[in-house]
């Protein structure tokens, strides 16, 4: 195995430990907008110190671990998890690793609301406007619970993390380049 592709397995890796470890602690404090922005900027920070692939690993692995980990929601409702958050990381891969550095701070902010508002919406019409009401058949007030969970609490937990991704992005990404020096 080549020098790269271990280095990418263990940066992957790294980022997945830090998801189940912060999932953990964070869900232990009660609050899900915690929990939530936590993992939304590991999603940006993976995708933008690691690439596309180690993001939508990352992606894939943060609701399966979530409902492992007991904090999870519905296993039917893991792949419209999956989908919202590889709209996330594709939309930070293919338009923030062009505009990264100081001189586009507007558009990494744009950014940073724009994939919240994607991941949002997908995970609305997914959730919110598709299953609970036509694939769940939940009782009311447990199909209301989960569509109060994935509607605008979502939008605030991805945009609190593309935020905090953009207060530690710079910097790790200058520890990383010159960590390979």
Known sequence: MNQEKTLWITRTAIFVALLVV??????????TIITGAVVNMLLV??????GMMSGLCVAVISPIMAKLIGIGPLWSLIPFIVAGNITLVLIWHFIGNRHWGQKYTSLIIALAAAAAAAKFLVLYIGIVQIAVP??????????AVISSMFSIPQLITAL??????????TPLK???EGGQK
């Open 22 to 31: 912060l999932q953990a602690a964070t869900a232990a404090l009660g609050n």
């Open 160 to 169: 609190l993390g593309g935020g905090m991704a953009l207060l530690v992005l």
């Open 134 to 143: 036509l694939l769940l058949k939940l009782p009311e007030p447990q199909a």
């Open 174 to 176: 200058r520890a990383i």
């Open 45 to 50: 920070v993976s995708v933008m110190t690691c």
